[in-house]
């Protein structure tokens, strides 16, 4: 569940805030991460640290876009099943010693190797036996569509043209990690005394619950343009209030700020407020064999009557824009597919969705009775219980709401058991692919709500053969989710925006469309 076509940066606020330390850094972090180990991370908080440790074939700039990581370039065969990626003669190890192809291979094996159990083994599927091996069907990881040329060339063959590939391999499941070191000391191989990584940063110190301290890694390729010394993760929830104190007290040098923060930072001269737009979409997913969701009609009736402004003003409580496509609109070079009604007049929309349902229910006296299942929490339920108050108000539909754990609610999703489930979605990497890919037939659990459609399948099975022109691949998958769109397969809510304060004195933090905030591009400018 892993690119805009304008991506805004509003500084509201540009007043000097409190100096900066001249060679640190202090960002929040949402938890104590479980493991830095990138074929063990499962959060994206992790993947935050990871990511300054870390750097895989490929990487991202600071806005997101993907660019050159520990390879320096590589070139794809006509067909696109074979990538050669030349990885950089003076890539090495925060130890000294040169980062090879044979590295990547190993890591690559350990990924897929299910005596590893990571819970990102999926992502590397489209590798030649990567499934196969994850799932215990093939035993012998040396068959893994990976190999070594020489130590400075690795060749990647694919079970399919995956155009995305670049994009696929910035992700924390592609990252190398050292098999000698790992060896050595097995799970504690990432404690600091003894961790060996190949980022921008290496690991100095791990207070757990508390703090974690990244120092500039010599040794790594361009380390000459890292300006930063110092990285200080302090575990401080984002958006929680102890976050925007810590801020405040200049204890903190970025923070996630929320409704009358955002205000008081604004009085009180803080910062530069940065309001991002970020990939991930808030939907209702549909399940397409489950009572009278069956019937598109209904699902166009109960669309059609979510007032989204209202929902977000009222009780989503953030700046969220409204969503009538499933694709946000921050995806490069590509349109987003909206509902073909979301353009009507709300009062011309409310009589349509009122005659659909009629027509759907013709001989049934009993009102619609509907089942939402979400995971419990203040902010979800007050959400979910609007949007049963809009469908009770213009349909007389009655909702059952249905809250659950988070493992619950997975559990339920996972298992098609529910009617209407609400899905707050964060792409892995910034391409439509990663939205509508798990919507085929053959997706199995992923596929949410059990959505079938064989010219959905086909339009995707199309833009994956559009090796040689990304504009066709896009309008492929544009028209792909047009079926789903019109299908109302999903019932769209919002798009996400995420509020940050940020230190006056801190530049190169960038709005990038997956929330990712290398700090190798950081610099102090001004601090007193």
């Known amino acids: 569940m892993i690119c805009r076509i304008a991506l805004n940066i509003f500084v509201l606020v540009t007043l000097a805030s409190t100096a900066l330390a001249a060679s640190e850094v202090r960002l929040p972090l949402d938890f104590n991460p479980g493991s830095i180990d990138p074929q063990k991370l499962s959060e994206s908080h992790e993947f935050l640290v990871a990511e300054d440790l870390f750097e895989g074939l490929t990487t991202i700039s600071a806005s997101g876009v993907v660019v050159p990581g520990t390879a320096e370039k590589w070139e794809t065969s006509a067909d696109g099943l074979t990538w050669t990626f030349h990885l950089r003669s003076d890539a090495k190890w925060s130890n000294g010693l040169p980062v090879t192809a044979s590295d990547f291979v190993r890591s690559f094996r350990r990924e897929v190797n299910p005596a590893t159990a990571s819970p990102s083994a999926a992502a590397l599927e ?56 790992i060896d050595e000391f097995g799970d504690q191989w990432t404690r600091p005394e003894h961790i060996v990584s190949n980022g921008a940063y290496r690991l100095g110190a791990w207070t757990i619950g508390n703090e974690i301290t990244l120092v500039r890694n010599p040794y790594y390729h361009d380390a000459a343009s890292v300006q930063v010394e110092t990285i200080r993760y302090i575990v401080s929830k984002a958006g929680s209030p102890d976050a925007f104190a810590r801020f405040q007290a200049a204890e903190l040098d970025v ?46 009736a109960l669309s059609m009557t979510v007032d989204r402004e209202r929902l977000i003003e009222d009780a989503a409580q953030s700046f969220g824009l409204p969503a009538y496509s499933l694709v946000s609109p921050v995806m490069r070079g590509y349109v987003p597919q909206s509902a073909t009604w979301a353009s009507q007049p709300p009062i011309a929309r409310l009589a349509a969705a009122r005659r659909l349902l009629a027509e759907a229910r013709v001989g049934r006296s009993q009102p619609l009775k509907v089942q939402l299942t979400f995971i419990a929490n203040e902010r979800n339920r007050a959400q979910m219980t609007a949007i049963a108050q809009m469908w009770q108000s213009a349909l007389e539909v009655d909702t059952e709401l249905v809250g659950l754990s988070g493992k619950e609610f997975l559990q339920r999703v996972a298992a098609h058991d529910f009617e209407l489930a609400a899905i707050g979605w964060d792409p892995d990497f910034a391409d439509p692919w990663s939205y509508l890919a798990d919507y085929r037939s053959d997706s199995g659990a992923a596929n949410f709500g059990a959505y079938a459609d064989p010219l959905f399948d086909h339009l995707l099975n199309q833009s994956k053969r559009a090796v040689k022109s990304s504009a066709q691949r896009m309008r492929f998958l544009e028209a792909a989710e047009r079926r789903l769109v019109d299908n109302e397969a999903v019932i769209p809510l919002r798009f996400g925006v995420i509020d940050f304060i940020v230190n006056a004195h801190l530049k190169g933090w960038e709005a990038s469309p997956l929330a990712r905030h290398p700090a190798r591009y950081f610099r102090i400018e001004g601090a007193r």
């Open 255 to 300: 923070a996630r700020v929320t409704g009358k923060d955002i205000h008081i930072a604004e009085q009180q001269h803080l910062g530069n407020l940065v309001v991002q737009r970020e990939l991930a979409t808030t939907f209702l997913s549909v399940h397409f064999a489950r009572g009278e969701m069956a019937d598109e009609r209904i699902r166009r």
């Open 126 to 181: 489209p590798i030649i036996n990567a499934k196969e091996i994850a799932s215990g069907a093939e035993r012998d990881p040396a068959l893994l569509g990976v190999r070594a040329i020489g130590d400075h060339k690795l060749e990647i063959r694919l079970n399919e043209p995956t155009p995305w590939l670049p994009l696929l391999l910035t992700h924390f499941a592609a990252m190398p990690t050292p098999q000698r070191t």
